[in-house]
């Protein structure tokens, strides 16, 4: 168990919906990161936050928003979903500044299906 | 393009063998990280490695970081069917951090 607790683990939804993710990080962790990850793409960065501040910003769509709360947790929202969302997303929480060692502990995940 | 090469992509061995994956970049890192995923499953942190030339021992799990910080391998001796999953390579660049797409090992009992 590596502490990062991920909501739902499982959700299938139609196209065009509009899902949230939730994240809850390690005991301790201020840096929380979004990854999409399939089959042809492999782990996709999406958006880091560190202690409720958007910190880095990878391959987010426009339609994809995240934000982190002052109890750290954070949420990932899709938006007008298409099926080419469908993917695993990961969330990710490290102890502090990734410019340091960059170890990253990650939930389950949860797996989208739209369709 | 991928900022992190990882090879082979599937590599499938009998057990007892030995085996080493690749992990190469064209640009610098100011870390890498080795983890392994199974099916259904997040990636579960190996190692780090941080200054180049270092070598990592986690049993039978052998991690070196190139010289230059460019590139890193991992090597198995004596291959277990526990050794099964996909290995991801990591690093830390931009705030970022930023993964391969893996090598997807098989231990074959």
């Known amino acids: 168990d590596s502490g990062v607790t991920q909501t739902p683990k499982h959700l299938i939804t139609a196209t065009g919906q509009r899902v949230t993710l939730r994240c809850s990080p390690r005991s301790g962790d201020l840096s929380v990161y979004w990854y999409q990850q399939s089959l042809d793409q492999g782990l996709q960065f999406l958006i880091q936050?560190?202690?409720?501040?958007?910190?880095a910003k990878g391959n987010i769509l426009e339609r994809f928003s995240a934000q982190q709360f002052p109890d750290l947790h954070s949420e990932l929202n899709l938006s007008s979903l298409e099926l080419g969302d469908s993917a695993l997303y990961f969330c990710a929480s490290s102890v502090g500044d990734v410019l340091g060692r960059g170890e990253a502990f990650f939930g389950q995940g949860t797996r989208l299906t739209v369709v | 393009t991928q900022l992190l090469e990882q090879s082979p992509q599937f590599l499938s061995i009998q057990e007892g063998e030995n085996l080493t994956v690749y992990c190469n970049s064209s640009?610098?890192?100011?870390?890498l990280q080795w983890y392994r995923q199974e099916p259904g499953e997040g990636p579960v942190l190996l190692v780090t490695?941080?200054?180049?030339?270092e070598v990592k021992k986690l049993k039978r799990l052998t991690f070196q970081f190139g010289d230059a910080r460019k590139d890193s391998s991992l090597h198995i001796t004596a291959a277990q069917p526990g050794d099964t999953g996909l290995y991801l390579c990591a690093g830390s660049r931009d705030d970022k951090i930023i993964f391969g797409k893996g090598t997807r090992l098989h231990i074959l009992p």
């Open positions: 490695v941080v200054t180049g030339g």
């Open positions: 640009s610098v890192f100011s870390s």
């Open positions: 936050y560190y202690n409720g501040e958007e910190r």
